[in-house]
């Protein structure tokens, strides 16, 4: 079971919609001591919250584009 990242529903794992999205940590010093984090995270959406989040579009348009290629 995992909650949804919208709603907080929760829901089996194997309904649930994966994402995964990179976010940045700074330390925003200017200088040559910046500290910059990079880490990726899955987040889990119930499957209304995915399509209202337009998640299921953007997985059709990469599928799209590699078949395409």
Do not use: H, Q
Request: hydrophobic fraction near 30%; charged fraction near 35%; glycine fraction near 8%.
């Amino acid at each position: 079971m995992v909650n949804c990242g919208a709603c907080g529903r929760r829901l089996p794992r194997g309904k649930a919609v994966t994402y995964e999205r990179s976010m940045v940590f700074s330390t925003d010093l200017k200088t040559a001591d910046d500290v910059k984090l990079m880490e990726r995270r899955k987040f889990y959406y119930c499957p209304s919250c995915g399509k209202s989040l337009g998640i299921y579009e953007k997985k059709r348009k990469r599928a799209m584009a590699k078949y395409n290629r």
